[in-house]
């Protein structure tokens, strides 16, 4: 088999939810958004349902649609965009909770799907979406009565637990949410981490569901393997990869192994990955190209079959700091080329 192997621990994910909704001591809702992070909704939802979750979180209207067919009746599903023109017929066939993030929104929910549940966006400082104080202040009468299931807002900077950010949102939260008798949700991954005053009724966690920092007692989720399709031999000083962007400083044996780019191993990971074999390190070389990365094997005893870029000796976090990035990104690239396999 030509491509790389994409290995999904599901009872790692569950073990990770599990853990992160006993700290925050409230129901912890996945979010699922962009494929769970590109590891495969289906999967995923069905496994973190089977363990006990009724409430997930997408981004759009049209996950919701793919999370509903992989989930059936029951589970509550939010979308975070809100209620965008266009979506009422699955916001009404597949039963969404759109989190209505403007008054043009909450109008557009209430007549083209009235009765239908929803809940509300509040923007404390973060800017990006949801009403801020002076709109939530004109509308919060008119939207009360229509009995929204959920309040929330979201963190900036809850990946930094000194940031004042966190303190000045959770103020505000509280400024615009006290009182009001309707279930309230501040928090994702960071934001569990930061103590009880941020847990409210429903926690949101992603990444920490995934094996990503900042929940760094999480259990690794994912392995990748890539079948090596070449090995050679090199003399001193003669050039690997585009642009001969390496040179071999002694004699050398390359293998070049099935995966690049365009699987979400970003070119900027060149000079600086390392892939390994069983507990030995092998430095790739030269520049990674769409499909292929070479790598340094000549200190191996014997020709590897397969070569380790997420595993035990290197996370997603770790990918992500050779390549400039963060492991979500990572995660949400790697893509559609290998051959997946999720494990109960
Ligand atoms: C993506 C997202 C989450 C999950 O965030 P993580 O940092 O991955 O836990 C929660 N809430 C909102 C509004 C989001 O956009």
Same mark, same amino acid.
């Given at each position: 088999?030509?491509?790389?192997?994409?290995?999904?621990?599901?009872?790692?994910?569950?073990?990770?939810?599990?853990?992160?909704?006993?700290?925050?001591?409230?129901?912890?809702?996945?979010?699922?958004?962009?494929?769970?992070?590109?590891?495969?909704?289906?999967?995923?939802?069905?496994?973190?349902?089977?363990?006990?979750?009724?409430?997930?979180?997408?981004?759009?209207?049209?996950?919701?649609?793919?999370?509903?067919?992989?989930?059936?009746?029951?589970?509550?599903?939010?979308?975070?965009?809100?209620?965008?023109?266009?979506?009422?017929?699955?916001?009404?066939?597949?039963?969404?909770?759109?989190?209505?993030?403007?008054?043009?929104?909450?109008?557009?929910?209430?007549?083209?799907?009235?009765?239908?549940?929803?809940?509300?966006?509040?923007?404390?400082?973060?800017?990006?979406?949801?009403?801020?104080?002076?709109?939530?202040?004109?509308?919060?009468?008119?939207?009360?009565?229509?009995?929204?299931?959920?309040?929330?807002?979201?963190?900036?900077?809850?990946?930094?637990?000194?940031?004042?950010?966190?303190?000045?949102?959770?103020?505000?939260?509280?400024?615009?949410?006290?009182?009001?008798?309707?279930?309230?949700?501040?928090?994702?991954?960071?934001?569990?981490?930061?103590?009880?005053?941020?847990?409210?009724?429903?926690?949101?966690?992603?990444?920490?569901?995934?094996? %990503?920092?900042?929940?760094?007692? !999480?259990?690794?989720?994912?392995?990748? &393997? /890539?079948?090596?399709?070449? *090995?050679? #031999? $090199?003399?001193?000083?003669?050039?690997?990869?585009?642009?001969?962007?390496?040179?071999?400083?002694?004699?050398?044996?390359?293998?070049?192994?099935?995966?690049?780019?365009?699987?979400?191993?970003?070119?900027?990971?060149?000079?600086?990955?390392?892939?390994?074999? %069983?507990?030995?390190?092998?430095? !790739?070389?030269?520049?990674?190209?769409? &499909? /292929?990365?070479?790598?340094? *094997?000549? #200190? $191996?005893?014997?020709?590897?079959?397969?070569?380790?870029?997420?595993?035990?000796?290197?996370?997603?976090?770790?990918?992500?700091?050779?390549?400039?990035?963060?492991?979500?990104?990572?995660?949400?690239?790697?893509?559609?080329?290998?051959?997946?396999?999720?494990?109960?």
């Amino acid at each position: 088999m030509g491509t790389g192997r994409l290995s999904i621990d599901l009872s790692a994910i569950v073990a990770n939810w599990q853990a992160l909704a006993s700290l925050a001591r409230t129901p912890a809702a996945p979010v699922v958004k962009a494929d769970a992070y590109g590891l495969g909704v289906g999967p995923v939802a069905r496994a973190l349902a089977a363990a006990g979750a009724r409430q997930f979180f997408v981004a759009y209207a049209e996950e919701g649609f793919a999370l509903r067919r992989a989930l059936g009746p029951g589970p509550e599903i939010f979308v975070l965009s809100g209620h965008m023109a266009g979506d009422a017929r699955l916001v009404a066939e597949c039963g969404l909770t759109p989190v209505v993030n403007s008054v043009d929104q909450l109008m557009r929910h209430l007549e083209s799907v009235p009765g239908q549940p929803f809940g509300l966006q509040l923007d404390t400082g973060m800017n990006r979406l949801g009403m801020e104080w002076n709109e939530w202040a004109a509308v919060a009468e008119i939207a009360l009565s229509q009995n929204p299931v959920l309040l929330m807002s979201h963190l900036a900077c809850a990946d930094e637990p000194d940031h004042p950010m966190n303190a000045y949102q959770l103020d505000l939260f509280r400024q615009m949410t006290d009182g009001l008798n309707v279930p309230r949700s501040l928090s994702a991954t960071g934001g569990i981490l930061l103590g009880p005053d941020y847990h409210f009724d429903l926690v949101r966690p992603g990444i920490g569901l995934y094996g %990503g920092l900042p929940f760094e007692h !999480a259990r690794p989720v994912a392995t990748l &393997d /890539l079948p090596v399709i070449q *090995v050679r #031999d $090199l003399q001193a000083g003669e050039v690997a990869g585009y642009g001969n962007a390496w040179q071999a400083q002694r004699p050398s044996r390359l293998a070049t192994v099935s995966a690049g780019y365009a699987d979400g191993l970003l070119r900027s990971l060149s000079h600086k990955v390392t892939l390994w074999h %069983g507990d030995t390190p092998c430095p !790739a070389v030269g520049r990674v190209s769409m &499909d /292929l990365i070479i790598v340094d *094997v000549t #200190d $191996l005893p014997e020709d590897p079959e397969h070569l380790s870029i997420l595993g035990p000796h290197q996370t997603i976090d770790q990918l992500a700091d050779a390549a400039g990035t963060i492991g979500y990104e990572v995660l949400t690239s790697l893509g559609t080329r290998y051959a997946r396999s999720h494990r109960e």
